[in-house]
Nanobody, 124 residues
Framework: QVQLVESGGGSVQAGGSLRLSCAASGYLYSRYCMGWFRQAPGKEREGIAVIDSDSRPSYADFVKGRFTISKENGTKTVYLQMNNLKAEDTAMYFC??????????????????WGQGTQVTVSS
């Protein structure tokens, strides 16, 4: 069983930055993907960014240039650096993972493993 633990959420003013971390434990097949999703109250969960085991990233259009996903070499720890945060970025942020990853997908149903989430609140 794979477990994901997120950290790094919090409250920040608009224009500020946060870095989220996600550490995976358990077995993931060598070719895996880990991604970040978010869900604001009353809205559907949306994909933000994904990175594969070769550290190739993909982003949703709405975060390009502001958010950066990265992976720590030799570990199953991924980060989401969020800069120039806006009030509309306020949401619960979730880490997700899947084994046998053949494509960088930002689709919720593609991921088998999920963390509990970390809250990000951006005040304007």
């Amino acid at each position: 069983q794979v477990q994901l633990v997120e950290s790094g959420g919090g409250s920040v003013q608009a224009g500020g930055s946060l870095r989220l971390s996600c550490a995976a434990s358990g077995y993931l097949y060598s070719r895996y993907c880990m991604g970040w999703f978010r869900q604001a109250p009353g809205k559907e969960r949306e994909g933000i960014a994904v990175i594969d085991s070769d550290s190739r990233p993909s982003y949703a259009d709405f975060v390009k240039g502001r958010f950066t996903i990265s992976k720590e070499n030799g570990t199953k720890t991924v980060y989401l650096q969020m800069n120039n945060l806006k009030a509309e970025d306020t949401a619960m942020y979730f880490c997700a993972a899947k084994s046998r990853c053949s494509a960088l997908m930002l689709v919720e149903r593609a991921y088998a493993y999920w963390g509990q989430g970390t809250q990000v609140t951006v005040s304007s």
